[in-house]
């Protein structure tokens, strides 16, 4: 593979020296040594890989290379554009739904027995929290279950798209004050999903999750102050 595109030396070093994750780097003085580049220059490419979620410093340990997360990378381009105003957070949103429509099939034919019984145990904790004293909004139900739905497909680069769009979704504050009945609406639809995934009926959880899509708020409604991320 050429790597010339990879501008940067430590990066290389992390693809050529074939370094598993979890296994720990020499010290930036033994890299720097091997590849004649300076320890000043060096750390400053250690941090943007530090960045990317692809190293880690640990205490009394050192550099320790880490698993390839492409939601690391992701989230701060489509935080920092959504922060400018340079990209909104609907043209993300369209782009998450395209990948759960096209990889819909496939995913859910993936899903075990245990996902399935954690899909409706989702459902259930988000009706309890909905219809508790006091009433709380499930969002972290919210995110499992999309990604759980999602979550035996073999692509780093879908997971990591769909782990960064509920980053994103979270920083965006879209629906924070959607009023009680759209939760009510968004879980029907979440409950009607995942029978049909238990039905192994894709074809009617596909069209349910599309008509779900509808109900999201569309932030070209509110002001351009609004659809920024404070």
């Not at 992701?74 to 759960?100: N, P």
């Not at 939760?183 to 995934?197: F, M, N, R, S, T």
Request: charged share 25%; aromatic share 10%.
């Amino acid at each position: 593979m050429r790597l010339n595109k990879l501008d940067s030396p430590f990066l290389r070093y992390l693809v050529d020296s074939q370094v598993a994750p979890g296994e720990r780097l020499p010290t930036l003085n033994q890299i720097g040594q091997e590849l004649g580049i300076s320890v000043g220059k060096l750390r400053e490419q250690l941090e943007i890989a530090r960045g990317l979620g692809l190293v880690s410093v640990r205490p009394r340990v050192g550099i320790v290379r880490e698993s390839f997360d492409f939601s690391q990378a992701v989230l701060a381009a489509v935080l920092f554009g959504l922060g400018t105003g340079e990209a909104h957070f609907e043209q993300f949103s369209e782009l998450r739904q395209a990948i759960e429509i096209d990889f819909w099939e496939t995913a859910v034919r993936e899903l075990t027995p245990d996902d399935k019984q954690l899909l409706q145990r989702l459902v259930s904790k988000a009706w309890a929290k909905l219809k508790g004293n006091p009433i709380h909004v499930p969002n972290e139900e919210h995110r499992q279950l999309h990604l759980t739905i999602f979550r035996r497909l073999d692509n780093p680069f879908v997971q990591g798209m769909l782990a960064a769009y509920w980053d994103a979704y979270e920083a965006s504050e879209l629906t924070r004050f959607s009023p009680y009945e759209y939760w009510l609406e968004v879980w029907e639809y979440h409950g009607k999903i995942v029978e049909a995934i238990v039905q192994d009926d894709c074809a009617a959880g596909l069209a349910l999750l599309k008509a779900h899509f509808d109900l999201l708020p569309h932030p070209t409604t509110m002001s351009s102050n609004n659809s920024k991320i404070p």
